[in-house]
């Protein structure tokens, strides 16, 4: 499950490192307004970035929160601290 979520943090994380990556050049090769539709087609590559780093982020909350409804409540002894036992499953 721990790489579930790591994974999951990654792909929102990797959109919007994009995103930065493309704003910073569109703007800086707009400045050089040599050839400005370089610079525009970056800032377009950014924004829909952008806009797919918000889409994964919508949904990784809504992964969570459901990963959190579904977890199930621990038992009264587990949760009082008490000595729990554990059985190892024979080889089949």
């Given at each position: 499950?721990?790489?579930?979520?790591?994974?999951?943090?990654?792909?929102?994380?990797?959109?919007?490192?994009?995103?930065?990556?493309?704003?910073?050049?569109?703007?800086?090769?707009?400045?050089?307004?040599?050839?400005?539709?370089?610079?525009?087609?970056?800032?377009t590559a950014g924004l829909?970035?952008?806009?797919?780093?918000?889409?994964t982020a919508v949904g990784?909350?809504?992964?969570?929160?459901?990963?959190?409804?579904?977890?199930?409540?621990?038992?009264?002894?587990?949760?009082?601290?008490?000595?729990?036992?554990?059985?190892a499953q024979p080889d089949?």
């Amino acid at each position: 499950m721990r790489f579930v979520c790591v994974r999951a943090m990654l792909v929102t994380g990797v959109p919007a490192v994009a995103a930065a990556v493309f704003l910073f050049l569109g703007f800086g090769a707009g400045a050089f307004a040599g050839r400005p539709y370089v610079g525009q087609g970056l800032i377009t590559a950014g924004l829909i970035a952008g806009a797919v780093a918000a889409g994964t982020a919508v949904g990784d909350v809504a992964w969570f929160l459901m990963a959190a409804r579904g977890r199930s409540e621990p038992d009264d002894a587990a949760a009082a601290g008490a000595e729990t036992e554990v059985r190892a499953q024979p080889d089949t």
